[in-house]
C-alpha cells in the first residue's frame, strides 16, 4: 500500500475553523486527520503541502517513521506549526491503518483498557447569579466535573477586550467559592484561566480560595518558562493542570518530572499526534499524573482523544464542548455523518475499525473558510494582555 495523495480541508464549522486532512491510498482506503493551532490554519495547510511532498509514494504503515523523518529531517525541527501539521498527518496514518487491518485504533496502541471516557463540561457564564444557574443546571444533566471560565467585572459594556487581571481575581474568587458553597464537597470544580495572569497575580487568586474550593485550576501563567511555574508552584496547593499548548515530549517533560503539573492537558492535534501522545502519557504514567486532553476543535479530534483515552491507564476527563441543551458545540452533521456521540456526559469506546469518523470532501469545498483571529486583549492603559 502506497499513499497516493494528501489534501487539506481549512473549512469553518460551527464557529470556527477546522484544519482537515485526507490521505490516500493506492488501495482506496483513506485516513483523515485533524491538526490544532486555530486560527492559523492556512500556515498548517502549508506545512502539510510541503509534507505531501515526502510522503508521496511511501508505506502509510511505517507512521512511526514517517513521524521520525518529518520532525527530525528538518534542521529547524520542532515548534507548533510543524507539529500541528505532523498531528493531522500522524492521526490519519493510523486511521488507514486501523482500517486496513480491521481494527479499532485503540488496538493499535495496546488495547482497551475502559469501555467509556469520562468528561467535563465547562460554562462561560458571568461571575454572578447565572454562573450558579448554569452549574447547577450541568449537574441536574449529570455533569459531575465542570470547568469555570474567569471573567473580570464589566464596566464598559462597549469594550469586551479590556481585561484587567487584577480586577478579575477577587471577583472571580468570590464567586467560585459561592459555587463550591452551593454545590457542595463532591462536584469537581476548575477554573480556567487561558495564561491570563502573572506569578504574584495567580498566587493572589488561589490564596482567596478557602481550602479545598478547586479540584483544578488550568493555565493560570503562560507557560514558556517551567521556573516561573515552579515558583508559582511553591505559593499555592491548588492542583494544576498544563499543557494544551505543549507541541512534543519535550515540552512537557519539565512539568512532570518537576512535579509541576497534576493533570497533563495534551493536545492530541498540537503535540504530535498519537504517536507523540502515547510518549507524553507513558512519561506523566511514571510520575502518577493523569491525562486531561485538551478537546476544543472537531468530532476528529474527540474521535483520536478517545482512541487515546481508551488505551491508556493514566486518564481522568476529556473537554468536550456542549450547551446546556446537551448539543455537542464544534461539529457538523452534514460535514461529518460518522462521528463519536455523546452519551450523557461520556463516550463510548467504539469498535468500528479505524478513528470512526467520515467527511464529506464535496461539502467542504463548498463552504468557506473564514479569517477567524482570537481576540486581541488589552488593558484600560492600552497594553496588549493575554487572551
Keep these: 500500500m502506497k499513499i497516493t495523495d494528501i489534501k487539506s480541508f481549512p473549512v469553518w464549522v460551527a464557529n470556527r475553523n477546522q484544519m482537515v486532512i485526507k490521505i490516500e491510498t493506492d488501495e482506496g482506503i483513506y485516513g483523515l486527520g485533524e491538526s490544532g493551532l486555530s486560527s492559523l490554519e492556512l500556515a498548517v495547510a502549508g506545512v502539510v503541502q510541503h509534507y ?19 520532525y527530525r529531517s528538518q534542521y529547524f525541527e520542532g515548534g507548533r506549526t510543524l507539529t500541528a501539521a505532523q498531528s493531522a498527518i500522524d492521526m490519519a496514518l493510523y486511521d488507514i491503518a486501523g482500517k486496513a487491518l480491521g481494527v479499532p485504533v485503540y488496538q493499535l496502541l495496546g488495547g482497551k483498557q475502559r469501555d467509556y471516557i469520562p468528561c467535563f463540561a465547562t460554562t462561560l457564564a458571568p461571575m454572578g447569579p447565572q454562573l450558579l444557574d448554569n452549574v447547577h443546571a450541568l449537574l441536574d444533566d449529570g455533569w459531575n466535573a465542570i470547568r469555570i471560565g474567569a471573567s473580570s467585572p464589566s464596566t464598559d459594556e462597549q469594550d469586551n477586550f479590556i481585561f484587567e487581571p487584577r480586577e478579575s481575581i477577587g471577583f472571580t474568587a468570590t464567586w467560585i467559592t459561592k459555587v463550591r458553597e452551593a454545590v457542595g464537597p463532591d462536584p469537581v470544580l476548575g477554573v480556567e484561566y487561558h495564561h491570563r495572569l502573572s506569578v ?12 479545598g474550593t478547586l479540584d483544578f485550576l488550568e493555565e493560570p501563567i503562560r507557560d514558556e518558562c517551567p521556573e516561573a511555574y515552579e515558583a508559582l508552584r511553591k505559593m499555592t496547593n491548588v492542583p494544576f493542570a498544563i499543557g494544551e499548548e505543549f507541541s512534543s515530549k519535550w515540552q512537557f517533560l519539565p512539568y512532570l518530572e518537576r512535579g509541576i503539573t497534576n493533570f497533563a ?58 450547551s446546556l441543551a446537551g448539543e455537542y458545540r464544534h461539529s457538523d452533521d452534514e460535514l461529518f455523518p460518522v462521528q463519536p456521540r455523546l452519551e450523557g456526559t461520556r463516550f463510548p469506546v467504539p469498535d468500528t475499525p479505524g478513528l470512526g469518523v467520515d467527511f464529506n470532501e464535496e461539502l467542504a469545498l463548498e463552504k468557506p473558510f473564514k479569517y477567524w483571529e482570537a481576540p486581541h486583549l488589552r488593558r484600560r492603559d492600552g497594553s496588549v494582555t493575554n487572551w
Excluded at 498566587?203 to 481550602?211: I, T, V
Excluded at 502518577?288 to 486518564?315: E, K, R, S
Aim: aromatic share 6%; glycine share 8%.
Design 52 to 70: 505531501r511532498q515526502t510522503l508521496i509514494g511511501k508505506d502509510p504503515m511505517q507512521r512511526g517513521r514517517h513521524w521520525q523523518e518529518l
Design 200 to 211: 504574584p497575580e495567580a498566587a493572589s487568586f488561589c490564596q482567596r480560595l478557602p481550602s
Design 265 to 322: 492537558r495534551l493536545d492530541i492535534c498540537n503535540v504530535g499526534g498519537l504517536t507523540e501522545a502515547m510518549k507524553v502519557a507513558g512519561l506523566a504514567e511514571a510520575h502518577y499524573i493523569d491525562l486531561m486532553p485538551h478537546n476544543p476543535l472537531g468530532p476528529i479530534c474527540t474521535a483520536a482523544t478517545i482512541h487515546l483515552g481508551a488505551a491508556v491507564p493514566n486518564f481522568a476527563w476529556m473537554e468536550v464542548w456542549v
